[in-house]
């Protein structure tokens, strides 16, 4: 199931556990999000997110970069510092795009940036922002309140990081904006059509987690943002008060990285960022210098 799914299976779980009825059964038909009988021989639309991401300049397959240390920092960001930030993408930028960028555009697009510098990738060096959409509402008509399995699909965005680094913030949040408009219903459709004609799925697990070496890896020099801004992820209750702490459970290998609301800081928001261990310091230190 997909963090919207999760979520829901939690909630109502906790309220069995508070003696209370459920407040949203789970629709579990999958019907809605089936492929078409018979299946096409083909793709509709091109699905590059099903393929490899680009590799390091010079290597022929990631092998090495999987093995790497890497290590994980929890980066905050205050309320202050994201207006900063959407400030510096939208300059410039409002009448381009139709409306402001979102906190997740802002955020993930200073997230590339960063990672970009602190590899010291070439100018000319391609790298991928994988972007996980929730189709829910893309679908029409939009899949049914409750909707339990995985209606999240992933998509991409491609830079050279010489481009994303030497201009402005917007022009990596409008690299993923277009990505995420591009999501639409022919997109989902096209997409499940294309995973059904795939004679093993196991690939497209997260293999990071289970130790695979042939699905797409999000690590140097690409990234991977998944959002929890809008997952009512706290103050779950079981009947004994509120949580002491939430946060992700895994979070080990290069390229992952999270986006989730500061519990303790209203308009404030926390990073989850796993990268390799000779990458980090310098992470950081653009994270937040970088912030004018």
């Avoid at 481009?163 to 402005?168: F, N, T, W």
């Avoid at 140097?220 to 209750?237: A, H, K």
């Avoid at 990268?275 to 653009?286: D, G, P, R, S």
Wanted: some cysteine; aromatic content about 8%.
């Amino acid at each position: 199931a997909d963090g919207p799914s999760a979520l829901h299976f939690i909630f109502e779980w906790a309220r069995i556990a508070r003696r209370e009825p459920l407040g949203l059964p789970p629709f579990l038909d999958r019907k809605v999000l089936q492929a078409g009988e018979p299946p096409v021989s083909y793709p509709l639309l091109d699905h590059a997110e099903f393929d490899h991401p680009p590799l390091l300049i010079g290597q022929t397959d990631n092998i090495e970069e999987r093995k790497k240390m890497t290590t994980v920092s929890m980066l905050k960001l205050s309320e202050t510092q994201v207006k900063k930030l959407k400030n510096m993408a939208n300059e410039g930028h409002c009448n381009d795009i139709g409306r402001p960028f979102s906190r997740y555009e802002t955020v993930t697009g200073h997230l590339w940036r960063c990672a970009c510098k602190a590899r010291g990738h070439k100018a000319e060096q391609t790298t991928a922002l994988g972007v996980c959409v929730d189709s829910r509402s893309r679908m029409q008509p939009p899949l049914p309140l409750g909707y339990f399995g995985n209606a999240t699909l992933d998509v991409i965005a491609l830079s050279r990081s010489g481009e994303l680094v030497s201009k402005p913030l917007g022009y990596a949040s409008s690299k993923i904006r277009r990505a995420i408009v591009s999501v639409t219903e022919e997109y989902v459709r096209s997409g499940i059509e294309y995973l059904k004609n795939q004679p093993d799925l196991t690939k497209f697990q997260d293999l990071h987690a289970l130790g695979g070496d042939e699905g797409p890896f999000y690590g140097n020099p690409n990234l991977g943002v998944v959002s929890w801004l809008t997952l009512p992820i706290y103050g779950l209750d079981f009947g004994w008060g509120k949580e002491i702490h939430m946060g992700p459970g895994t979070h080990d290998f290069d390229g992952d990285s999270l986006i989730l609301p500061n519990p303790n800081e209203e308009g404030g928001l926390i990073v989850a960022l796993c990268l390799q261990v000779c990458h980090m310091e310098a992470f950081k230190k653009h994270f937040y210098e970088d912030i004018i």
